[in-house]
C-alpha cells in the first residue's frame, strides 16, 4: 500500500454516469458529503453514447398517453419478467425527472407549442422519448454534470471551498467494496494515473458502473463496460439477477472493421428507416411474433400509412423490440441473404429529404461519413447485431434501489437487474437511471441517517492491497490482453445471440480455464498509468459476470427477450416465473431459481386479459393479481 | 487489406520522453486510434493512451497527430499516404502524464468557475415553454464533447503558460455564449464577465478553434465574436457610458 490516500465520506459513489450523478446529486440536496468516483475523465461516461431519447409519458406529442401504457409497454417489451414494481415507479416518475432536467439547463427539442418534443421508439405505443436531436445522453450528462458543479458553486460560497461536499476523483478505479460485521464500511482502490492506493471509508455505496458489453466481441460499449459493479456486487455478498439476459441492439455498424459493433441509433427507425436483406425485400413483415400480431402493420402499405396516421394504422415492424429485430436479422444474415460485409441494409434516404436526415440524425450522418464513408442521406447503411445492454444486474429492492443481502450497499442503472425484464426498451434507459439514480441517492441518505460510521480494519486494508500489488510480483504470467480476446471469443460464439445448452456447457468450462489462467496474470511496466495493469482488474470482473451470464443462460431452458435458446425455441410461462438469481461463494458462481413477486391486482388488470395469457400462467390468470 | 505502417509515438513523462518508431499492421478502414491499440496489444503493453467511445462522441481521444490536435477515433489511417509515417504526440498545451495522456484538469478547473444556470424561481417543472428557434443558438454549442481540442490549439495558452490563470479559453466562451443565449437563463451579465474574468479579450479572433472542432461548432463566429461585439456595445456605448455616471449600470 505504496502511499495510501484514506478519505471519509458518508456516500460513495462509484460510477459517474447518468444513475451515479443523479444519486449524488440527491445525497448531496440531503445534506450528505458525497464522493464520485469515475474511472475516466468526468463526463465521459458511457451515459454520452445514448442517442434516441428518454422515455417519459408527458403526452406532449399524443395526450392518451399516461404512466399506465408506459408501464404496459415496458411490462411487454421485458416479456414480463420485469419486476413489476419498478417498472410501475419507473413509468410513474420520469415524467418528473425529465421535467427537473430542464430546470437544471437542459434545452430537449421542442413541439410546435413549445413543449418538449417526443419521438416514436421501439415498443411505445406513443411518441415519447425526450431528445435532443440523436445526442440525448449527451445532454443528459453535461446538465448533470453541470448540476454538480452548481452544487459545488453553492457548497463554494457557504463553506469557502467547492469541494466540501461534493468531489469528484476522476480515473480511479476501485478494486474492492469493504465490509465490516457485515455491513458496508468503504472501498479500496487506485488511481489509474499513478497507481497509487487509495482507502475510501463511507457508510454507504453506490454502484452505478454501467454494463458488461467488453465481455463480448462485438458491442457498442466503450472499454469502460467491464461489469465491474456487477463483480463488485457478487464478491461483496450481493446478488445478481438474471444475467442471461443481455440485449443485442439489432443496429451496429459492420464495416469497416474497426468500428463494427457502434451503434446506430433506433431513432433512425423511429424517423422511417426501413430494413431490407440484399433481394431488396423488407423482410421484417416475416418476423411479426404471435403475441404482437393486433400492433404491427403486416403490409407495407399500412406501415407507411403510420408514419402519418398513428390513430388508424398499426405500426411498422422494423420498430418491434430490439430482441426480435435482432434475431430477424441474424436469421437473414445467416440464410444468406445478408449484405456483403455480413449485414442487413438500413436505409432513410429514401424516406426523408437529406436536409431533415442532417437535422434530426446529425451525429449518424456524421458518423457514417467519417467513418465508413458513406452518406446516409443518399445510401443505405450497412448494419448488424451488437451486444449493447445487460438487463440483468444486482439485485435490489425497488423502492429505494438497496442491494438485497448487503445492508448500505445500493445500485443504479443499468447495473441493477429487475426493471427491463428479459428485454430493454429503447429509450427506458435514459429514464431508468434518472428514476433509480434518484432513489438511491434518496435510499443512502435514509441508510445514513440511521446508521453511524463503520470504520475499515487494517486486516480489510491489507488484504486489498494486496491484490492490486500481485500482478506486479508475478513475472512471465498471462497476458491480460490475449486472456481478455479469448474470453470474448468464447462469449461471442458459446454465449451470444442464439444459444444451446452444449455450447453453453462448453463456454463454462472455457470461462473457468480462463480464470484460471487469470490467476497468473503478470503485468510489464510500472504503475504509472498502465493500460496492462488496469485491464487486469476488469478481466477478473469480465469473467466473473460471464460465469454468471453463462450459468444463468444454461438453467434457462426457454427463448425470451435477449435469452435465445435453439434447443428451447419457445416462451414457457412456468420460466416466466422465476428469476436466475447469482451469487458467489468466494470460489465460483452459483446460480438458483427464486419466484418472481407476481403483479397486483390494480396492475394485473391494466392490460387485456387475453393479452396476459400469453404469458402467464393459467393458474396465474385465475388467480387475476397478487392481492 | 493490411499493410505495414510507420507509427512514430511520443513516450515518457513530464520528466523525460522521446519519439519511438514502431512497425504496426494496419488494415482497411482503421483508424489511428485502431493502430495505437495494436500496439499496446502486441508490442507496448504499458503505452498510455485514453479513449472512451470510439466513436467521436465523448471526446477523450484528443492528441496531436503528425502536429495537428484530432481526435485518434475519428482520424483515418488511409488519410495519410501510404509511404507517410504518423507521428502522435500528446495535446501540447498541457501537462504530459504519460506517453499519450496529460493533464487536463486545468479545464475542469476553469469548468467550475463559469457561474452555472440559473432557472427562473416561479417557473415550475414542465411548465416552460420555448420555441425550437430559441434553443437552437444554444443546443449548438451544447454539441460539444470537452475534448478540449480547443482548448489545446489556441495561441493565447498554447505556448503562454502564464495566460492560463486569466483565459477561460474557447471551450468555456461558447458555454459562457450558451448560457447567455438560454432562453431561461436569469442571471445577468455573462457577457461582462465573459471579458473581465475569463479573459475572452484575449482572444485574437484566429479561428484555430473552428478549425479543430470535431463536433463543427462554429466558435469563433458564433460565440466568440457576438459576445465581443456586445461587450463592446455594452462597455462604449456613450449612452450607456453617461447613464453609467449617473448609476452604475448592472445590466448585462
Redesign the interface.
Known sequence: MTNMERHNYDVLIIGAGGAGLRAAVEAREAGLRVAIICK?????A?T??AEGGAAAS?GNVNDKDSWMVHFRDTMRGGKFLNHYRMAELHAKES??RI??L????A????TK???I?QRNFGGHEYPRLAH??D?TG??LI?TMQ??I??L??KDGRETGD?ESHIK?F?ELTITDILKENGKISGAYGYWR?SGSEVLFEAPAVVIATGGVGKTFKITSN???GTGDGHALALKAGANLVDMEFLQFHPTGMV?????RG??VTESVRGEGGVLTNNLGERFMFKYIPEVFKNIYADNEAEADRWYLDQDNNRRPPELLPRDEVARAINSEVKAGRGTEHGGVFLDVSKRIPADVIKKRLP?MW??FY???GVDITKEAMEVGPTCHYVMGGVEVEPDNAAAVGVPGLFAAGEVAGGMHGSNRLGGNSLSDLLVFGRRAGMGAVEYVKNNGDNPVSDASIKTAAARIEAPFSREGGE?S??LH?ELQEVTHNLVGIIRTGKEVEEAIEKIADIRKRSANVS????R??????HLAFDLDNMLLVAESTAKSALRREESRGGHTRDDFPGMDSTWRKVNNISSFDGKQVNVKAQPLPPMPKELFDLFDIHELEKYLTPEEIAKGGSN | MTRKLNLRIWRGDATDGALQDVVVEANEGEVVLDVIHRVQATQMGDLAVRWNCKAGKCGSCSMEINGKPRLACMTQVASYGDDETITVTPLRAFPVIKDLVTDVSFNYRKAMEIPAYEHPKDLAPGDARMEQIDVERSQEFRKCIECFLCQDVCHVVRDHEENKKSFAGPRFFIRIAELDMHPLDMLKNRKRTAQEEHGIGMCNITKCCTEVCPEHIKITDNAIIPMKERVVDIKYDPARMFAGLLKRDKRN
Do not use: C
Open positions: 475516466s475523465l468526468f463526463g465521459k458511457h454520452v453514447m408527458m415524467p418528473d421535467w427537473e430542464e430546470t437544471w439547463g434545452l430537449f427539442d421542442r407549442e413549445g413543449k418534443s435532443v436531436g445526442r449527451l445532454e453535461r453541470q448540476r458543479v452548481a459545488q458553486q467547492m469528484v476522476a494515473e466503450s472499454w469502460e464495416w469497416p472493421p474497426s468500428v457502434i451503434l451525429s456524421h458518423q467519417e467513418l465508413a497476458n490482453y490475449s480476446a503485468v510489464a511496466g510500472g504509472k498509468f498502465n493500460p496492462g495493469f
